[in-house]
């Protein structure tokens, strides 16, 4: 049986179970999975309500007060905010994500006065340490090196992994492979991602390390990789993501 008839017709599992089993992953049941849903289009109002580049830092208070403000976003309901509860605060080492958490209160702050709009990118970055990497990255490496993503809040990283379940069609285990759960990214407090201009989403992929840009910056001391091949926080090889040392 295909994994999305598994999930969709799975009705044997209990009725009120969060999850079911597929193999070793966990899948979302089919209640959790209309949530699921339903929250991750209501995210995407918001983000195309407040702006690309706004939604990487509003807080997730700011995002419940745009949605009971705003009819083309709508109030998050009960079951959404119930889940977007149970993404940040589980531990997901259940799902083989074992990843240091960085971020301990589901309406963490990103001042204004702590992060810089790098321009044309729709992107911010920390003042400090990571502001000044960047900016030495782009003098050692060139002007064909641009800013990917940078400061990701709970409510951008929450999108992301809500988004990666919906396309894995609810299944948790393969979504935090590739997207750290919202409570355990480092792009809430340092890291970034870079990538070479005109190569599209190919930056997001293996490919990314076969160009001179990662060549050259793995030449470089004063920056890491945070998730390197078969990292033991079960993350994806991901040579674009700089880690702030
Ligand atoms: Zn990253």
């Given at each position: 049986?295909?994994?999305?008839?598994?999930?969709?017709?799975?009705?044997?599992?209990?009725?009120?179970?969060?999850e079911?089993?597929?193999?070793?992953?966990?899948?979302?049941?089919?209640?959790?999975?209309?949530?699921?849903?339903?929250l991750n289009?209501?995210?995407?109002?918001?983000?195309?309500?407040?702006?690309?580049?706004?939604?990487?830092?509003?807080?997730?208070?700011?995002?419940?007060?745009?949605?009971?403000n705003?009819?083309?976003?709508?109030?998050f309901?009960?079951?959404?905010?119930?889940?977007?509860?149970?993404l940040?605060?589980?531990?997901?080492?259940?799902?083989?994500?074992?990843?240091?958490?960085?971020?301990?209160?589901i309406?963490?702050?990103v001042?204004?006065?702590?992060?810089?709009?790098?321009?044309?990118?729709?992107?911010?970055?920390?003042?400090?340490?990571?502001?000044?990497?960047?900016?030495?990255?782009?003098?050692?490496?060139?002007?064909?090196?641009?800013?990917?993503?940078?400061?990701?809040?709970?409510?951008?990283?929450?999108?992301?992994?809500?988004?990666?379940?919906?396309?894995?069609?609810?299944?948790?285990?393969?979504?935090?492979?590739?997207?750290?759960?919202?409570a355990?990214?480092?792009?809430?407090?340092?890291?970034?991602?870079?990538?070479?201009?005109?190569?599209?989403?190919?930056?997001?992929?293996?490919?990314?390390?076969?160009?001179?840009?990662?060549?050259?910056?793995?030449?470089?001391?004063?920056?890491?990789?945070?998730?390197?091949?078969?990292?033991?926080?079960?993350?994806?090889?991901?040579?674009?993501?700089?880690?702030?040392?």
């Amino acid at each position: 049986m295909k994994r999305r008839d598994f999930l969709l017709f799975g009705a044997s599992a209990p009725l009120l179970a969060n999850e079911l089993l597929f193999g070793n992953d966990v899948i979302l049941s089919k209640k959790k999975w209309a949530t699921l849903v339903s929250l991750n289009r209501r995210l995407k109002r918001l983000k195309r309500y407040v702006g690309y580049a706004n939604f990487n830092i509003i807080s997730y208070q700011q995002a419940l007060h745009y949605g009971r403000n705003y009819s083309s976003i709508g109030a998050f309901t009960k079951d959404e905010l119930a889940m977007m509860d149970r993404l940040f605060y589980e531990k997901p080492a259940k799902y083989g994500f074992y990843g240091s958490q960085t971020c301990y209160n589901i309406d963490n702050r990103v001042l204004t006065k702590d992060v810089v709009k790098i321009p044309h990118t729709g992107h911010f970055l920390f003042k400090g340490k990571t502001l000044s990497d960047y900016h030495r990255l782009k003098r050692d490496i060139g002007d064909t090196l641009t800013l990917t993503s940078g400061v990701r809040n709970v409510i951008k990283q929450m999108s992301l992994y809500v988004n990666k379940i919906y396309r894995t069609h609810g299944n948790i285990t393969q979504a935090s492979f590739s997207i750290a759960p919202p409570a355990y990214s480092y792009h809430t407090i340092s890291d970034f991602d870079v990538g070479v201009k005109g190569f599209g989403y190919l930056n997001f992929t293996a490919k990314f390390a076969t160009t001179e840009e990662f060549k050259e910056m793995t030449k470089l001391n004063y920056i890491g990789m945070r998730y390197h091949k078969n990292n033991k926080d079960g993350v994806r090889y991901e040579p674009w993501h700089v880690e702030v040392i």
